[in-house]
């Protein structure tokens, strides 16, 4: 249901990936009667106009006209399918009831969901015209935030990350049954970017609903959530006032780090076993491993097989080069390298071969390369993957990965195989998950007493705080579920304590770390400035 065949574009998205999918059909419009528009005098608009909000009508019109809400011609989609023209009845302020005759000739049309892309706040026997119901969006997270606007109240509740649910409505307000949720890391230095994000986000989440209910027949249980007890609104002009002092503060700070504050990694090896780990979140004696120059950082470590020797391997990072290579962790020594940016070099073994799986999300594609003869293994054409994570699990064999193109560090894509070296199938409930607290992998799989246990990286309150443990409590190629068991922080005694992001079995029964710092670098000073300044005269 809309207003017209002109749809903002992250709407136009849900209905076109619906279409290519073809696991729903559009079958109705349901299109909104609306009331001629009277023209009324210049001093009647001056006196009606809700200057209480001007700050925020006017900062919107200019930074909240971002990509995502561009208007978007769906005629193509829409045009041909029967329609029902509504006036809906307005009961109280926002509640609207379609008309019984409506509903009825609705109903004819046989719809098993309705999409609610335009109306207010409905109610009545709408809600059950269709099997599955109305379904919608609310662009924030209802334990944070009742209201709106979607994208804006996390800056002045200090949040780190933001949250969308689509939801089946019911005739209580802000009590829907959720039917898919998220959590996006919150872009603190622009609105725009934070909202386009958003918006863009979860336009795929209908789609993903529907295929869902098409491959396994009903939708995964997601747990009910208790609403905010307050209700947010439009931000009156002087909420907006504090709104731009953050936005400010945040912005001068965003471009402090980048300029002064470059990330350096370096690589623990802790005496203990990536079980204890992975459990008690806690570390005994840590050894250390740190980059030969100070312009360098290591990071990303595994263990590999080589010869029948246990070799630390990791990326190396140099911000004079601007791109990472695959080294041995204690000698420097260089095992591969690429025009690409390389880094987590995941090891695997296909036939008694060693191989490792480094990340080039650059080049669109994921090869295993040979750790003897660098010969390259083709696993994935034109998937971007970022941080893949390959193992053998009940009898396939799994890919674990983020998307460059998709939601990176906040969607978890999985593909399947019956072979190690493919070819592989896109898991059908991809992005299996979209969470910016636990999404990205880092590190090995743990197979425990048939339990599955998968590192996943913390990304918030900002990229690699720490790792997630997480348990995958249904496998297979048509069904997932998870649950997080613990997060691992690293040790705030530690001289690098601003973030962890891998965690591997180690050689002997350890466990590999690699823990962050921020520190000025000259070389990333330069990089960045030479950025800033094109931006500006570009």
Same mark, same amino acid.
């Given at each position: 249901?809309?207003?017209?065949?002109?749809?903002?574009?992250?709407?136009?998205?849900?209905?076109?990936?619906?279409?290519?999918?073809?696991?729903?059909?559009?079958?109705?419009?349901?299109?909104?009667?609306?009331?001629?528009?009277?023209?009324?005098?210049?001093?009647? %608009?001056?006196?009606?106009?809700?200057?209480?909000?001007?700050?925020?009508?006017?900062?919107? &019109? %200019?930074?909240?006209?971002?990509?995502?809400?561009? #208007?978007?011609?769906?005629?193509?989609?829409?045009?041909?399918?029967?329609?029902? %023209?509504?006036?809906?009845?307005?009961?109280? &302020?926002?509640?609207?009831?379609?008309?019984?005759?409506?509903?009825?000739?609705?109903?004819?049309?046989?719809?098993? !969901? *309705?999409?609610?892309?335009?109306?207010?706040?409905?109610?009545?026997?709408?809600?059950?015209?269709?099997?599955?119901?109305?379904?919608?969006?609310?662009?924030?997270?209802?334990? !944070?935030?009742?209201?709106?606007?979607?994208?804006?109240?996390?800056?002045?509740?200090?949040?780190?990350?933001?949250?969308?649910?689509?939801?089946?409505?019911?005739?209580?307000?802000?009590?829907?049954?959720?039917?898919?949720?998220?959590?996006?890391?919150?872009?603190?230095?622009?609105?725009?970017? +934070?909202? /386009?994000?958003?918006?863009?986000?979860?336009?795929?989440?209908?789609?993903?609903?529907?295929?869902?209910?098409?491959?396994?027949?009903?939708?995964?249980?997601?747990? $009910? *959530?208790?609403?905010?007890?307050?209700?947010?609104?439009?931000?009156?002009?002087?909420?907006?006032?504090?709104?731009?002092?953050?936005?400010?503060?945040? $912005?001068?700070?965003?471009?402090?780090?980048?300029?002064?504050?470059?990330?350096?990694?370096?690589?623990?090896?802790?005496?203990?076993?990536?079980?204890?780990?992975?459990?008690?979140?806690?570390?005994?004696?840590? &050894?250390?491993?740190? #980059?030969?120059?100070?312009?360098?950082?290591?990071?990303?470590?595994?263990?590999?097989?080589?010869?029948?020797?246990?070799? *630390?391997?990791?990326?190396?990072?140099?911000?004079?080069?601007?791109?990472?290579?695959?080294?041995?962790?204690?000698?420097?020594?260089?095992?591969?390298?690429?025009?690409?940016?390389?880094?987590?070099?995941?090891?695997?073994?296909?036939?008694?071969?060693?191989?490792?799986?480094?990340?080039?999300?650059?080049?669109?594609?994921?090869?295993?390369?040979?750790?003897?003869?660098?010969?390259?293994?083709?696993?994935?054409?034109?998937?971007?993957?970022?941080? #893949?994570?390959?193992?053998?699990?009940?009898?396939?064999?799994?890919?674990?990965?983020?998307?460059?193109? %998709?939601?990176?560090?906040?969607?978890?894509?999985?593909?399947?195989?019956?072979?190690?070296?493919?070819?592989?199938?896109?898991?059908?409930?991809?992005? !299996?998950?979209?969470?910016?607290?636990?999404?990205?992998?880092?590190?090995?799989?743990?197979?425990?007493?048939?339990?599955?246990?998968?590192?996943?990286?913390?990304?918030?309150?900002?990229?690699?705080?720490?790792?997630?443990?997480?348990?995958?409590?249904?496998?297979?190629?048509?069904?997932?579920?998870?649950?997080?068991?613990?997060?691992?922080?690293? +040790?705030?005694?530690?001289?690098?304590?601003?973030?962890?992001?891998?965690?591997?079995?180690?050689?002997?029964?350890?466990?590999?770390?690699? !823990?962050?710092?921020?520190?000025?670098?000259? #070389? /990333?000073?330069?990089?960045?400035?030479?950025?800033?300044?094109?931006? *500006?005269?570009?």
């Amino acid at each position: 249901m809309c207003d017209s065949f002109l749809l903002e574009k992250w709407m136009a998205d849900a209905l076109r990936q619906i279409a290519f999918e073809k696991y729903g059909e559009l079958v109705l419009t349901i299109l909104h009667d609306t009331p001629e528009v009277i023209s009324h005098s210049f001093g009647s %608009r001056l006196t009606s106009y809700k200057w209480k909000r001007f700050v925020w009508n006017r900062f919107h &019109k %200019r930074f909240g006209n971002v990509e995502s809400v561009q #208007a978007t011609d769906v005629s193509d989609l829409l045009s041909s399918l029967p329609s029902v %023209r509504v006036k809906p009845i307005l009961k109280g &302020k926002h509640s609207q009831y379609f008309p019984e005759d409506a509903i009825q000739e609705i109903r004819k049309h046989q719809p098993d !969901v *309705i999409l609610r892309f335009g109306f207010n706040i409905l109610r009545g026997n709408i809600l059950d015209a269709a099997p599955l119901g109305v379904w919608s969006y609310h662009h924030c997270d209802p334990k !944070v935030i009742r209201g709106g606007p979607g994208g804006f109240w996390e800056y002045l509740l200090k949040q780190d990350k933001q949250g969308a649910i689509l939801q089946r409505l019911t005739e209580k307000l802000d009590d829907g049954i959720i039917i898919r949720q998220g959590w996006f890391r919150l872009i603190k230095h622009s609105y725009s970017e +934070n909202l /386009n994000q958003l918006l863009s986000g979860t336009s795929s989440w209908i789609a993903d609903a529907l295929r869902e209910i098409a491959v396994n027949g009903k939708l995964r249980d997601v747990p $009910k *959530i208790k609403s905010s007890d307050v209700i947010r609104t439009y931000p009156g002009n002087f909420t907006m006032l504090r709104f731009l002092l953050v936005l400010t503060g945040n $912005k001068i700070a965003f471009h402090f780090r980048q300029l002064f504050k470059a990330e350096t990694w370096m690589i623990g090896i802790a005496e203990q076993t990536m079980s204890k780990t992975l459990s008690s979140g806690k570390f005994s004696s840590v &050894k250390w491993i740190k #980059a030969k120059k100070n312009s360098q950082y290591l990071a990303d470590p595994f263990t590999m097989n080589v010869n029948g020797n246990e070799t *630390i391997v990791c990326e190396k990072y140099d911000y004079n080069k601007g791109k990472g290579i695959i080294c041995e962790a204690q000698s420097g020594k260089l095992i591969f390298e690429s025009e690409h940016h390389l880094s987590y070099p995941y090891p695997l073994n296909i036939n008694e071969e060693r191989y490792f799986v480094p990340e080039a999300s650059a080049s669109g594609k994921l090869e295993a390369v040979h750790a003897l003869t660098k010969e390259i293994l083709p696993l994935l054409q034109n998937v971007p993957c970022i941080d #893949a994570t390959v193992f053998e699990y009940n009898g396939w064999w799994w890919i674990f990965t983020n998307r460059a193109d %998709r939601n990176p560090d906040a969607d978890l894509f999985v593909y399947w195989s019956e072979k190690a070296d493919g070819p592989y199938k896109e898991h059908l409930l991809n992005p !299996v998950r979209t969470d910016i607290g636990a999404s990205r992998p880092g590190g090995n799989p743990l197979i425990e007493n048939g339990k599955l246990i998968l590192p996943l990286q913390k990304g918030i309150p900002h990229y690699g705080a720490g790792v997630a443990s997480v348990e995958i409590t249904k496998l297979s190629p048509t069904e997932y579920e998870d649950r997080v068991l613990n997060t691992i922080l690293p +040790n705030p005694e530690w001289k690098f304590n601003e973030g962890l992001h891998t965690i591997s079995q180690g050689p002997n029964n350890t466990t590999l770390i690699d !823990v962050k710092a921020h520190r000025f670098i000259f #070389a /990333n000073f330069n990089a960045q400035l030479k950025r800033k300044f094109k931006r *500006i005269f570009n």
